[in-house]
């Protein structure tokens, strides 16, 4: 069963920073390459940034390059997202999800309740 529960949300002012982290189950985590996504109020969800297995290779949208980092503590499961010089078009529900082998897509169907990131100008 696929197991995501995002968590370290909240209201920021732009220029601000907030850590996200992902819990995730050892059958969702283990092997694959995570990522974050985010849907914003009447949008569809995007991809934010994604880290491979090991850890050696990360990809980030264009939108979020050089503000923001991703890492992975596999003993853990759990995924982070720091998130720094914050932007109100950042302003989203946040999620994570393992990533479809050499896309930007996520693997499972099956989403979190994601975290709400609200960011005032």
């Known amino acids: 069963q696929v197991q995501l529960v995002e968590s370290g949300g909240g209201l920021v002012q732009a220029g601000g920073s907030l850590r996200l982290s992902c819990a995730a189950s050892a059958r969702t985590f283990s092997g694959y390459s995570m990522g974050w996504f985010r849907q914003a109020p009447g949008k569809e969800r995007e991809f934010v940034a994604a880290?491979?297995?090991?850890?050696?290779?990360?990809v980030y949208s264009d939108s979020v390059k050089g503000r923001f980092t991703i890492s992975r503590d596999i003993a853990k499961n759990t995924l982070y997202l720091q998130m720094g010089s914050l932007k109100p078009e950042d302003t989203a529900v946040y999620y994570c999800n393992a990533i479809a082998t050499g896309t930007r897509r996520a693997k499972f169907d099956s989403w979190g309740q994601g975290t709400q990131v609200t960011v005032s100008s």
């Open positions: 880290i491979t297995w090991s850890g050696g290779v990360t």
